[in-house]
């Protein structure tokens, strides 16, 4: 019987290709998972290149490269800073962040990340943290949980989702709450509206939007010079906060610009335009669909992050 795939990385060759790796370089995968992508940057390094791979999801611990340039740390990407300084890193080469949600979290349905099967109300990426979207569901007030659905899911109808879940409590199993919401979703939309309900909850869950503002800023402070950022997003909310990022050197996209009319910002962007999965990607990864890699080459650490 063969064993279930922990994780296909999307983009790998143009990721890869983006990070434009140096043998004697070192770098952070922050989004360890299967390790697919790791495995392509060792590939890739010299004796004297050094990779640490980063993880919130201890599961990952058994995908671990026996390699001495490489290291295992088990951490949120929020405190990437904090985790290089640990391991005597005093600067990077390349930053890479798969930001998708791996096969083994959907396909572990004890893990509560999909709607397809009943389970547990979970959706931690860490299971050493203590809340879970059993938690969330049923603790949070109906308006902070209608701000929930609306700003991470996107979901128009919030409001009328947030007041038929909390009428439904308590929820304890991702069937539970699919039977809740079931009657307001319109068959023909019925599992992309659920995934939008799904992916709002995991997204609060595990502070995903705000590790990722921590992850982007700090980018700024343990990139070297000339070093490139890839990330790879699924949604329009991460792909949002990247871009912005990458083009003016903050997430709200704040331009400043010098006497000239030219904007100053810290990165210089490698790919102009988003690259996406070809076809024949697709047709053997169909999760990777929904990817989008951006790559951007640090030219300067900015005055206040430097000091």
């Known amino acids: 019987m063969d064993q279930p795939v922990y994780h296909i990385p999307a983009l790998l060759s143009e990721t890869i290709a983006g990070l434009a790796i ?8 922050v989004t360890f998972g299967g390790g697919g992508h790791s495995r392509a940057i060792l590939e890739r ?25 490489f290291t295992f740390a088990h951490g949120n990407f929020a405190y990437v800073k904090n985790f290089l300084r640990y391991y005597r890193f005093d600067g990077v080469d390349g930053i ?9 979290h959907f396909d572990d349905v004890e893990r509560g990340f999909t709607f397809r099967a009943d389970a547990p109300l979970d959706m931690r990426m860490n299971r050493g943290a203590s809340f879970t979207a059993q938690d969330l569901l049923n603790t949070y007030a109906e308006e902070r949980l209608a701000d929930v659905l609306y700003l991470y899911g996107e979901l128009r109808q919030s409001r009328r989702l947030a007041a038929t879940i909390a009428k ?22 019925e599992k992309k509206e659920l995934s939008m309900v ?4 995991r997204i609060e869950v595990n502070g995903e939007l705000n590790a990722l503002r921590k992850l982007l800023d700090q980018s700024l402070q343990v990139l070297k010079p000339g070093g490139r950022l890839a990330i790879i997003t699924y949604h329009s909310l991460e792909d949002r906060l990247v871009k912005n990022f990458m083009r003016s050197g903050n997430v709200e996209g704040r331009q400043q610009k010098d006497f000239y009319g030219r904007v100053n910002t810290p990165w210089r962007v490698v790919n102009s335009k988003v690259i996406t999965p070809g076809e024949e990607e697709v047709e053997r990864n169909p999760r990777s669909r929904s990817a989008k890699l951006r790559v951007a080459e640090l030219i300067s650490r900015p005055e206040r992050q430097s000091r």
């Open 168 to 189: 439904a409590r308590p929820l304890s199993t991702t069937g539970q709450l699919v039977e809740a919401v079931r009657p307001l979703l319109k068959p023909s939309q």
């Open 45 to 69: 390094l010299g004796p004297d290149g050094r990779l640490v791979g980063m993880d919130q999801d201890l599961d990952a611990w058994s995908n671990r490269l026996e390699d001495e340039r």
């Open 198 to 201: 799904f992916q709002a909850l």
């Open 96 to 104: 890479l962040a798969d930001l998708g949600v791996s096969f083994h």
């Open 22 to 29: 140096k043998p004697d370089g070192k770098y952070v995968d």
